[in-house]
């Protein structure tokens, strides 16, 4: 493990903390699923981006790391607070299916997405409908505990029995009202307005599809209770990390901790880690507004998921971001010259298969930055200079280790290409940053390129005005600007240069 000690914010606590794991080396970390009634959004999948690099830093410095996430297909109403439509069956309705076929079509979507990004698949993902023995086990403690009630056949949880409810979200009861919606009918069960379902019956939606039996009737889940118990059920009572967007503090996870330790007796979860909105020009992108971007609408315009990534990771992530086209294609042009500076590392195939090993890249298949495969802390690969990778790991580390600060990290990649040292050493450190920035800056170095002009090789300020170029024409294809694009490839070949458009990109060789 490396010599690093990592700063977290801790919603909790309203500040940066030193982050301590229960267990000396090893971190138990949970993932607020997605609902699966729709395509996740390039907003959702930010905070899933930020939580992949969350995890692959701590993997990086050392720590083992055991990462569980729900799939909730049951019980999400369309408002937060128990009021509203269910998503699920909302979906159902829209695209005339059953429940569990949009869950299923909409899991495989949202795992597809996640790929595409190089979202490392957690170790354990759990939908809600397979725990239902687990919700009931937990709401029958909190009812002989006296933390819950029955009302109108539904189960509630009694905000009224915590001293401090609202810790995590600072908010208190007056605010409520502040917060609450004209278009929803009050739920005059509920003996406060804090108090939420922890089981609904017959007395809320007729139509619902799913029903379990349960020892209060015929009926479903809340929403609330299902990220506790699928939490207690993998990672047991005592959890490290807790992450989620900044939408979910308040109600979800500030109930998650009230019923979570009214049911262990103690303090369940030590940090909590909050991801900022992505917003538009006209505010928060979220699908009830509508028109919501998705990976795959980016991909029709022409954008690597990759520039995606790219993007998030060049802001930091308790940070609102702003999506607009005109900075994805200055990220997209900054990533085509990243990329096209690694390929200009002198780095034969005999060290490149040594590298092959050392990351433990021994397939085509393993090109595919899963992050399954993570290298040792410290341990120098073969062929690089010793001290200035140890060096360098370090110092990436250290940037990470800083509240997970991307745009940091993303400058010490930069000095490493800088640096005075041998590019075998470069390109090591690369394939080492890029397990946790996993933006595939590892095919740029790995992939054999084909032989061109008998080995003549290309002055750096030829591939820089050739990459700037195709930039600019890859961002007026994408603005149907085919004028522009046109006059682009004809600049090039002017000055004997030959682009070809592939399904991995375009590419380039002197004519």
Not at 67 to 82: A, E, F, K, Q, Y
Not at 363 to 368: A, F, G, L
Not at 399 to 425: E, Q, R
Request: aromatic share 10%; net charge negative.
């Amino acid at each position: 493990m490396l010599d690093v000690k990592v700063n977290l914010y801790n919603t909790l606590g309203k500040r940066v903390e030193e982050f301590k794991p229960n267990e000396e080396g090893k971190v138990g970390m949970y993932t607020c699923g997605p609902t699966v009634y729709h395509f996740a959004h390039i907003g959702n999948l930010r905070t899933y981006i930020m939580e992949d690099v969350l995890e692959k830093t701590l993997r990086f410095i050392g720590y083992d790391v055991k990462r569980v996430m729900n799939i909730t297909d049951v019980g999400h109403l369309s408002s937060d607070g128990d009021t509203g439509e269910d998503k699920m069956l909302a979906g159902a309705k829209r695209e005339h299916k059953s429940v569990m076929d949009i869950a299923k079509f909409y899991t495989d979507a949202f795992k597809t997405d996640a790929l595409k990004l190089n979202i490392r698949w957690p170790d354990v993902v759990d939908p809600a409908t397979n725990c239902i023995d687990e919700f009931i086990e937990m709401i029958e403690v909190l009812l002989d505990k006296g933390y819950a009630y029955v009302a109108g056949e539904n189960v509630y949880f009694d905000t009224s029995k915590l001293k401090d409810y609202y810790c995590l979200s600072a908010q208190n009861e007056d605010e409520l009202v502040i917060g609450a919606r004209d278009d929803v009918d009050e739920d005059t069960n509920k003996r406060n307005k804090a108090d939420f379902v922890l089981w609904f019956t017959k007395s809320k939606f007729e139509n619902q599809e799913l029903k379990w039996e349960s020892p209060w009737g015929l009926g479903y889940p809340g929403w609330h209770i299902e990220c506790s118990c699928i939490s207690k059920k993998h990672l047991g009572e005592y959890l490290d990390i807790h992450c989620g967007g900044v939408d979910n503090i308040f109600p979800h996870h500030t109930n998650e901790i009230a019923q979570s330790e009214s049911y262990f007796g103690h303090k369940w979860c030590n940090y909590w880690f909050h991801v900022n909105h992505l917003n538009t020009s006209s505010g928060k992108m979220a699908k009830s507004a509508g028109g919501f971007l998705t990976v795959s609408s980016l991909e029709e315009k022409g954008y690597d998921p990759m520039v995606y990534r790219f993007f998030c990771l060049q802001s930091h992530y308790r940070k609102p971001l702003e999506f607009s086209y005109d900075a994805l294609d200055n990220v997209s042009a900054a990533y085509d010259k990243l990329i096209a500076r690694l390929k200009r590392l002198d780095v034969s195939e005999d060290k490149k298969d040594e590298l092959k090993k050392s990351f433990k890249i021994d397939s085509s298949d393993d090109m595919e930055n899963s992050g399954r495969h993570m290298s040792e802390a410290g341990k120098v690969p073969a062929g690089a200079d010793s001290s200035v990778y140890l060096d360098y790991e370090k110092r990436f580390a250290e940037a990470l280790a800083g509240d997970v600060n991307t745009s940091s990290a993303i400058t010490v990649l930069y000095d490493v290409l800088k640096a005075d040292t041998d590019d075998v050493t470069k390109a090591a450190l690369v394939l080492r940053f890029d397990e946790v920035l996993s933006i595939d800056l590892k095919r740029a170095i790995l992939a054999v390129e084909d032989e061109s002009d008998e080995g003549e090789s290309v002055d750096s300020e030829l591939a820089e005005y050739v990459e700037g170029k195709i930039a600019e024409r890859a961002a007026a294809k994408r603005n149907k600007d085919f004028a522009t694009a046109d006059a682009i490839r004809d600049e090039l070949a002017e000055k004997g240069i030959v682009i070809k458009d592939t399904r991995e990109g375009t590419t380039w060789e002197k004519a």
